[in-house]
């Protein structure tokens, strides 16, 4: 890879595929799909969220990638994080610092069992690993997307391969708190 990042990115999907997976063997079919109490997600529920946030971002990087300028000279790095996404890294990573509640196009509609979500988080991760092979390369500090979460929000692609698997470490120990609020500990 010519950006030398992007492979501690990848790994950090890795890590978020595992810890899932071990999430959904301990909990078993019933605690995969149990509610902690009211207005609370399910382990089901978690998984669902990350993957309807990867299909907001999918198109919103394609566009990145497609505006993007081609110029022949790769663009190593190093990069690091603009200040939106510094600050959404920051609120996100868990356990986290500040509690927030989603648009209603992020809640999920209900709970599914553990094989089904499984198979959806990893199908959307080599979704997202595409996406990060086709930017390799580029100047992923100056290429910006809208935040599909605060209209007026705007941060680099960089950034938005950062915020990702932060995103999936918060909703996944939101997971792993609801399992132990359920007596799966």
């Not at 149990?34 to 969220?49: K, L, N």
């Not at 992020?106 to 198979?119: G, M, N």
């Not at 941060?155 to 609801?178: D, G, K, M, N």
Request: glycine share 6%; net charge neutral.
């Amino acid at each position: 890879m010519a950006t030398p990042q992007l492979p501690a990115l990848h790994q950090a999907l890795d890590d978020t595929e595992h810890r899932a997976h071990a999430l959904a063997a301990r909990a078993g079919h019933e605690g995969w799909m149990r509610s902690p109490g009211p207005g609370r997600w399910s382990p089901s529920e978690c998984v669902q969220h990350l993957v309807s946030t990867i299909d907001v971002f999918l198109p919103l990087v394609d566009d990145a990638l497609e505006k993007a300028p081609r110029t022949g000279v790769p663009v190593r790095g190093p990069f690091a994080p603009d200040l939106g996404g510094r600050l959404l890294i920051w609120m996100l990573e868990p356990p986290y610092r500040m509690r927030s509640s989603t648009s209603a196009a992020f809640v999920p509609p209900s709970a599914r069992r553990p094989e089904e979500d499984l198979a959806d988080f990893v199908a959307r991760h080599e979704q997202w690993r595409a996406r990060m092979r086709r930017a390799d390369g580029l100047a992923l500090d100056k290429l910006r997307i809208p935040s599909p979460f605060v209209s007026w929000m705007r941060y680099s692609l960089y950034s938005t391969f950062c915020i990702v698997p932060v995103h999936e470490r918060r909703h996944l120990w939101q997971a792993e708190q609801a399992l132990e609020a359920g007596g799966h500990a």
